[in-house]
């Protein structure tokens, strides 16, 4: 399994930003996907999964009415639109997937077998 996330940058706060993870080495449905972040000094957070195969998703309480996670299925691509953006986001996202067994999802990185690189957000004030 490869993960590939892009699409981070500068943006100022009450920007938008679209991050993209495309995966391969894997059967899509067959997966969940999710995203995290880690800021300096501060733990991985978990923001958001969605499952393929069903569709289900959550969003973590933290970024909820701000960020949205979909899929792509003929891409083999999951995204994360981030909206009203404000200097605590800034971070480095990372995009994960696991098999997924048709269960609620934990945001635990131990859940999630495969990493992607991560790619930097940063939000100005």
């Known amino acids: 399994v490869q993960l590939q996330a892009s699409g981070g940058g500068l943006v100022q706060a009450g920007g938008s930003l679209r991050l993209s993870c495309a995966a391969s080495?894997?059967?899509?449905?067959?997966?969940?996907f999710a995203w995290f972040r880690q800021a300096p000094g501060k733990e991985r957070e978990g923001i958001s999964w969605?499952?393929?195969?069903?569709?289900?998703?959550y969003v973590a309480d933290s970024v909820k009415g701000r960020f949205t996670i979909s899929s792509d299925g003929a891409k083999n691509t999951i995204y994360l639109q981030m909206n009203s953006l404000k200097p605590e986001d800034t971070a480095i996202y990372y995009c994960a997937a696991t098999i997924y067994s048709g269960r609620y999802i934990r945001l635990d990185p131990g859940k999630f077998a495969s990493w992607g690189q991560g790619t930097q957000v940063t939000v100005s004030s």
């Open positions: 969605k499952s393929i195969s069903d569709g289900l998703t």
């Open positions: 080495g894997l059967r899509f449905d067959d997966f969940a």
